[in-house]
């Protein structure tokens, strides 16, 4: 497994391999990777003839009351789990390469971004496009996977590569979730332990809905109330949304005739967990 540290010396890799007429995948994380990120990296390894790992926490996704500074890292278990999953090459840029001084771009999607996480991390989504587009540049892939757990963020790089003709195939990976229920995240680390069983508010709302759904009920608004209900029955939660949304668009929807996309967003102490599933009335 090679590990690159310029992007320069990524891109020159990534041509390199293209002249050998090698297919490129790519993963691109935050670090601290855990079993859902190990489950990108093993579902893109079959795919191409070289898995590409990218670890770079980026700072413009983040707002300024955020959690940049204390964002978690563990290098060494990052690089140790990359190996095992097939892993090629790991890209660790350092911020000052992919945001050299003077840099201006900035990349707007027009309606995605409105919905959901959007509406309360103005500044993410923004940050995410102009990230992966840089990232894409610079690795060059074939394809690249990203997980269903950030939905929103799937749905904006697939508008992405559809809007600026990148040549890439994106992937969707499903959440993995703990024994529990609880869908991993970069984020559990921060729960206490008093905070890790109220975060299980998340996956049993989502449970909930999918009773509701099956027992006929069809109004967003009664399901939603139940939701409410549910999550703050556990201590030190607040509902950011709970939202029942057209799967493409993101746009809301009030009474459930097919299929629905639950997103949820519950900040559990000072951590703000999401979750979502894919929920079909007829199945
Ligand atoms: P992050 O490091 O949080 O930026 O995530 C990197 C990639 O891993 C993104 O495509 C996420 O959607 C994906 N991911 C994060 N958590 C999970 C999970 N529990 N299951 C599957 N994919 C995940």
Redo the contacts with the bound molecule.
Sequence with gaps: MEIIKTKADMQAWSKNKKKESRTLCFV????YLHQ??V??MEKGRPLCDELVLSIFVNPTQFGPNEDLSSYPRNIENDLSLAEKAGVTAVFLPIKEDIYPENFQTEIKLQSLPNHLCGKFRPVHFAGVAVVVTKLFNIVMPDKAV?????YQ?LQIIRQLVLDLDFDIEIVA?????EKDGL????RNAYLSKSERTSALSLSRSLALAKELLAKGEKNTADIRSKIDSLIHSFPETKVEYVSFCQPETLEEIKVIEKKVLLALAVKVGKTRLIDNALIDPAQ
């Design positions: 691109p994380t935050m670090g859902g990120h489950s990108l990203f997980g269903m757990k950030d963020q990976g499903d959440i993995i979730r869908a991993m995240s970069s």
